[in-house]
């Protein structure tokens, strides 16, 4: 299927589904019990009111275009692995939603939350019981033991860091994304997120005053203040990959796949690119 069809694709399954956000969170496939809580702490409610917030975003500010969707599978566990960039996580809020709405069944996307959002009650509250949970190792095993569908950033904060001429670049990749995955025969979503770096076109970081509030940094744009820009974002995601292990291989065999899954990601950040130079130009 050609990239153009499979937006239109999509595009077409979501004008077929006229459906409510309560409606699509009610269908997600997981254990809720009568008062809408799920063994995680997830909550309908949380998750219902954040979505609805989210989704406005998704279609009318950020308009988000969605190809390959197909390709993250639609029960079991799997692991998203996506690029950072546009000075804070709305890369990461945009992929989220695009599961909820885009999929069929819907499903919800898991991540590691920044530990510092810890530091802040509202901020570690909705987390929670939107299923986004402090980033330790032993909640992404968990969450992957139990089928869920979890989203790894491998670049960290330093992805979101990346200054505007730097948005399309991709950084270091952790390898612990690597080893879970092998540990817990995971099969690897690539995934490249367009528009980030445009939202947000970071000119520089303030990492004394992020220090001093807790945070890793403050973003700077052009016009000062971090506030995103209505710029349209793209999410093309790729064929999954897997690996054969066991998670304790030497460190240069993790290093090897990690850089497989990397130049994957890279490759589809030049087709999203490509994509959207074609557009441009028709």
């Excluded at 569908?149 to 952790?174: I, Q, W």
Aim: hydrophobic share 40%.
């Amino acid at each position: 299927m050609s990239e153009q069809a499979q937006v239109l694709a999509c595009y077409g399954a979501r004008v077929a589904r006229e459906e409510s956000i309560a409606e699509r969170v009610d269908r997600l496939e997981l254990p809720f019990n009568e008062f809408g809580v799920d063994p995680y702490g997830i909550s309908k409610k949380h998750l219902t009111l954040a979505a609805s917030a989210l989704a406005v975003l998704y279609r009318y500010y950020f308009r988000v275009r969605c190809y390959g969707i197909e390709h993250v599978p639609p029960r079991g566990r799997a692991m998203i692995v996506g690029n950072h960039s546009g000075g804070y996580a709305i890369d990461g809020a945009m992929l989220l939603t695009s599961l909820l709405l885009e999929m069929e069944p819907p499903r919800l996307g898991q991540g590691m939350a920044e530990k510092f959002l810890n530091r802040f009650p509202v901020a570690s509250l909705w987390t929670s019981r939107t299923g986004q949970f402090t980033g330790l190792p032993e909640h992404a095993l968990r969450l992957l033991e139990d089928d869920r569908l979890l989203m790894v950033f491998p670049e960290g904060s330093r992805g979101t860091a990346k200054l505007y001429r730097e948005r399309y670049s991709l950084v270091d990749f952790g390898t612990g994304f690597m080893r879970l995955a092998l540990q817990t025969r995971t099969p690897i979503v690539p995934t490249a997120i367009l528009g980030g770096g445009t939202a947000v076109p970071t000119v520089a970081n303030l990492y004394a005053l992020g220090r001093l509030i807790g945070m890793p940094y403050v973003p700077v744009t052009p016009y000062l203040l971090p506030l995103p820009l209505p710029a349209p974002m793209e999410l093309h995601y790729g064929e999954p990959l897997t690996f054969s292990g066991t998670g304790d291989e030497d460190d240069d065999v993790i290093s090897g796949y990690v850089e497989q899954v990397k130049a994957r990601v890279a490759e589809l950040i030049e087709r999203g690119r490509e994509l959207r130079h074609r557009r441009r130009t028709q």
